[in-house]
């Protein structure tokens, strides 16, 4: 179970020091493992009036010939990117990690400055086509410089890695878009375009086009691959005598800034919001759904229906006891990691100096599958033979690596309990791991109801997992047992998921499940306009679930939209009322024709839910219903409804 009890307001080490702290403190690093050799060399320091977004400079200062840039929205792509780092050095390559935020893009003119320089990208594409934050600034300027051809990168050799989800509309575009700007700009492509496919397998993609990649590399600069052997980027340093007030405690950039809350509030500066209201939705077997209601009124945040509100959750407690447990750790035990190689894109991987509780609760991912390469990692860790040869045939075959970890829902904890004789040094677990990130979710609520809330709608992921354990989903368990009056760290992400100024303009809603969740937001927003005196348009809701009498979100509410206007058709799918299961795309299909017309007088179209089925099947839905009901061909209905996209009147929201 998660820290219910966890006083954010303070934050302090005593509100770290649970139940469940082993009472040895650490004195020096675990002792009878293999050795990972760190470098000798210390982490740089920028010098005094040094341009800073010039990356070009900084690579030069510290001996860099080669740059991994990362446009990262969960973390996966500056995972990526670290790895580059440091398989660059088999191919003689002194590389850096990049977060594009911090440079700028017309830099990329003068790399061919550096003799034999490569520039390789890992690049996530959000939500609908859209580049990450962090890569936002990179995209415009990029953009901007392809439309007035007003960059020469003709000096500039690289190669461009994707990551996105192929159930998407715009799959991988910002890849895409990099790629090919990049080339029209002069630039010299190594290697083609890698597209990771997170829908299928994204981390055989990553290795397959590394692979690929790095062999291309070979040629085209003529060097050959040295040997396969790790190296470390940080050294672990056991800080006992640092003051408390010095200790970072879950923060997630600056000391104490959850102690002294200043505005603005955002990704790096989260705000502590108090939960006011957690409550059951419906609750059945191991399915769980809550609505959560956060309160900002002293925080300045704005948000609008159709925005995500970002949570950053913390590891389950008793997690975090049984890897103490496994590894033998003084969870009080105050430390630093420290960038001892100058490869590393920050000085430390997260808040330092801190104490192993925080470490593994508030900032590495110990919950989640890990990856392909971190199980081959704990390879030189493994003493048994036949454990090691199971990590092997896991590491080396992917079928094994996806029933082993994927579909028996394994976590770090569990592999290593699982395998009694992996001792990885809980510093190189700490560099190894990635980093804990804030999970996403659509905001239930409009600010024109509820101004001084936020409100969330978040189903429970809680099962017996094919291994036999118990499955906690990291952040909805977390939200789970924040009871009113708990802080939770929070930040609000805008979104073009929007409705038409102009309430006269009809909508189509289609929402499943939690998928219901922005659109009682945009149902706030009719019933105010309403409420004013605006003509309202048609407004339809699609609505679906399991059982409509267990099931079924916001009920009352829902009904009373519709008695007072705000609604104008409510269809409800309950898939399991009868024995052939109907779906909301079944109840699109029903009402076609009045969809159809809708449609003819500028209706909006808007899909939040599940997206490798639920939006697949009401998209192939609205096209058979501009076939039938507006004697399109299919070809025609779909290009249709590719205008609809480019004109933002078909939006969706999925995941």
């Known amino acids: 179970m998660a820290l219910d009890t966890l006083d954010w307001t303070v934050l302090s080490v005593a509100a770290l020091a649970v139940a469940y702290v082993i009472k040895r403190r650490l004195s020096a690093a675990p002792t009878g493992r293999p050795a990972v050799p760190p470098p000798a060399a210390a982490a740089p320091k920028a010098t005094p009036g040094e341009n800073e977004r010039n990356f070009v400079e900084k690579m030069k200062k510290s001996d860099k010939n080669c740059i991994i840039f990362f446009g990262s929205q969960t973390g996966t792509a500056e995972e990526y990117a670290g790895r580059l780092v440091k398989e660059a050095r088999r191919y003689s390559f002194k590389a850096m990690a990049a977060d594009m935020k911090d440079y700028d893009a017309q830099y990329l003119a003068d790399v061919g400055t550096i003799p034999d320089a490569l520039v390789l990208f890992c690049l996530a594409t959000y939500g609908e086509g859209e580049p990450t934050d962090n890569a936002r600034d990179f995209h415009d300027w990029l953009k901007e410089a392809e439309g007035s051809q007003s960059a020469d990168l003709s000096a500039l050799r690289f190669s461009v890695f994707g990551l996105g989800n192929k159930t998407y509309e715009q799959f991988n575009y910002v890849g895409k878009f990099f790629d090919g700007a990049l080339a029209k700009l002069g630039a010299n492509r190594v290697y083609p375009r890698g597209d990771g496919d997170d829908d299928a397998n994204l981390e055989d993609d990553f290795n397959a086009w590394k692979d690929a990649m790095w062999s291309a590399v070979c040629v085209a600069f003529n060097v050959q691959a040295g040997d396969d052997a790790s190296f470390r980027q940080y050294a672990m340093k056991f800080r006992p005598d640092v003051p408390v007030e010095k200790v970072f405690t879950g923060e997630i950039s600056t000391l104490n800034a959850y102690a002294q809350q200043k505005r603005p509030f955002n990704m790096q500066n989260p705000y502590l919001a108090t939960v006011l209201v957690n409550r059951e939705l419906y609750s059945d077997n191991e399915r769980s759904c809550r609505h959560i209601e956060l309160d900002i009124s002293a925080a300045g945040i704005r948000y609008a229906a159709g925005d995500h509100v970002a949570v950053y959750p913390s590891n389950n407690a008793m997690l975090v006891q049984r890897l103490a447990v496994r590894l033998g750790l003084d969870l009080d035990a105050v430390f630093s990691l420290d960038a001892v190689d100058e490869?590393?894109?920050?000085?430390?991987?997260?808040?330092?100096?801190?104490?192993?509780?925080?470490?593994?609760?508030?900032?590495?991912?110990?919950?989640?599958?890990?990856?392909?390469?971190?199980?081959?990692?704990?390879?030189?860790?493994?003493?048994?033979?036949?454990?090691?040869?199971?990590?092997?045939?896991?590491?080396?075959?992917?079928?094994?690596?996806?029933?082993?970890?994927?579909?028996?829902?394994?976590?770090?904890?569990?592999?290593?309990?699982?395998?009694?004789?992996?001792?990885?040094?809980?510093?190189?677990?700490?560099?190894?791991?990635?980093?804990?990130?804030?999970?996403?979710?659509?905001?239930?609520?409009?600010?024109?109801?509820?101004?001084?809330?936020?409100?969330?709608?978040?189903?429970?992921?809680?099962?017996?997992?094919?291994?036999?354990?118990?499955?906690?989903?990291?952040?909805?368990?977390?939200?789970?047992?924040?009871?009113?009056?708990?802080?939770?760290?929070?930040?609000?992400?805008?979104?073009?998921?929007?409705?038409?100024?102009?309430?006269?303009?009809?909508?189509?809603?289609?929402?499943?499940?939690?998928?219901?969740?922005?659109?009682?937001?945009?149902?706030?927003?009719?019933?105010?306009?309403?409420?004013?005196?605006?003509?309202?348009?048609?407004?339809?809701?699609?609505?679906?679930?399991?059982?409509?009498?267990?099931?079924?979100?916001?009920?009352?509410?829902?009904?009373?939209?519709?008695?007072?206007?705000?609604?104008?058709?409510?269809?409800?799918?309950?898939?399991?009322?009868?024995?052939?299961?109907?779906?909301?795309?079944?109840?699109?299909?029903?009402?076609?024709?009045?969809?159809?017309?809708?449609?003819?007088?500028?209706?909006?179209?808007?899909?939040?839910?599940?997206?490798?089925?639920?939006?697949?099947?009401?998209?192939?839905?609205?096209?058979?219903i501009l076939v039938q009901h507006d004697s399109k061909t299919r070809e025609q209905a779909a290009d249709f409804l590719k205008t609809l996209r480019t004109k933002r009147r078909y939006q969706q929201d999925v995941w």
């Not at 510093?427 to 409100?455: C, F, G, M, V, W």
């Not at 809603?509 to 009719?526: D, K, S």
């Open 343 to 624: 490869t590393a894109k920050k000085r430390h991987p997260f808040p330092c100096p801190c104490t192993l509780a925080t470490a593994l609760q508030h900032y590495v991912d110990i919950s989640g599958r890990p990856s392909a390469y971190v199980v081959r990692e704990l390879l030189p860790f493994t003493s048994d033979s036949a454990e090691k040869e199971k990590l092997q045939s896991v590491v080396k075959d992917p079928a094994k690596y996806h029933e082993w970890v994927v579909e028996s829902e394994r976590n770090i904890v569990d592999i290593l309990e699982d395998m009694p004789s992996v001792a990885p040094p809980v510093d190189y677990l700490l560099e190894l791991l990635p980093r804990l990130q804030p999970r996403y979710y659509s905001i239930s609520s409009s600010p024109k109801a509820h101004n001084t809330a936020i409100h969330i709608t978040a189903a429970v992921v809680r099962h017996t997992a094919r291994s036999g354990r118990q499955f906690n989903g990291v952040a909805t368990t977390y939200l789970l047992d924040q009871q009113p009056g708990a802080r939770v760290p929070i930040f609000v992400r805008q979104s073009s998921f929007r409705l038409p100024v102009d309430t006269k303009v009809p909508v189509i809603m289609v929402g499943p499940g939690t998928g219901l969740a922005p659109f009682r937001g945009f149902v706030q927003e009719r019933l105010h306009a309403k409420s004013a005196g605006k003509p309202i348009g048609d407004t339809m809701l699609f609505f679906g679930c399991q059982r409509s009498e267990h099931h079924y979100l916001y009920r009352d509410e829902l009904h009373g939209a519709k008695e007072a206007g705000a609604l104008t058709h409510l269809t409800v799918a309950a898939s399991r009322d009868q024995a052939s299961k109907v779906y909301v795309q079944h109840h699109l299909r029903d009402h076609g024709e009045q969809v159809c017309q809708l449609l003819k007088r500028g209706a909006y179209v808007y899909v939040c839910g599940d997206a490798k089925k639920m939006a697949h099947d009401v998209h192939v839905a609205l096209e058979e």
